[in-house]
């Protein structure tokens, strides 16, 4: 099992690597046309902003399981392995609470797209396969949290350092 989750997270992690790459290039080739060129790429806007939304979905799905982000450290550092315990599973319960309901409401709003034939400014491109990204995104930050959850509960996950709980 644990196999198959690490795979599933390098997986998570490819995916944001190449969305960022995208995004970065589709930004870069408008910018160096509509300077060098005076000639806009079309729907450039519409896409890079759907894109930077994926990049920070995929890439909240990486972080979630790494437990690469911010945390302080304060009132953790005082208190007892028990409460240290009790603590981190507060916080990763509640963000995983918060990422269940935004999945929710972005899975909502890829429905609404889709049923309202939204699409992009320049060349009528559908919206909603790129919301549907973003909404791949939210799910699998979802599993990436509930696999994180799961080594914080077993103990062997603290503040996004893996080992045992001090």
């Known amino acids: 099992m644990g196999r198959l ?4 997270c390098t997986a998570v992690d490819i995916v944001a690597g190449v969305l960022l790459g995208l995004c970065t290039i589709l930004i870069v080739a408008s910018t ?3 300077y060098l060129f005076s000639w806009a790429v079309p729907d450039a806007f519409d896409l890079s902003r ?9 890439g909240f799905a990486s972080v979630a399981y790494r437990g690469g982000h911010i945390a302080v450290d304060l009132l953790w550092e005082v208190l007892s392995r ?10 990763w319960v509640t963000m995983l609470f918060f990422t269940v309901l935004l ?3 972005t899975y909502t709003r890829v429905t609404s797209a889709y049923a309202s034939n939204e699409s992009t ?14 909404w ?4 699998a930050s979802v599993i990436t949290l509930i696999f994180a959850l799961s080594r914080v509960r077993a103990g062997t996950q603290s503040h ?3 080992g045992q709980i001090e």
């Open 5 to 8: 989750i690490e795979r599933f």
């Open 32 to 34: 160096a046309s509509r």
């Open 50 to 58: 759907l894109l930077i939304g994926a990049c920070v979905m995929w």
């Open 82 to 91: 028990r409460w240290k315990l009790a603590l981190d599973l507060f916080a």
């Open 103 to 105: 999945a929710v409401m």
């Open 121 to 134: 400014f320049d060349l009528r491109l559908p919206v909603w396969p790129m919301l549907g990204l973003i």
């Open 136 to 139: 791949l995104g939210c799910a």
């Open 160 to 162: 996004g350092v893996e």
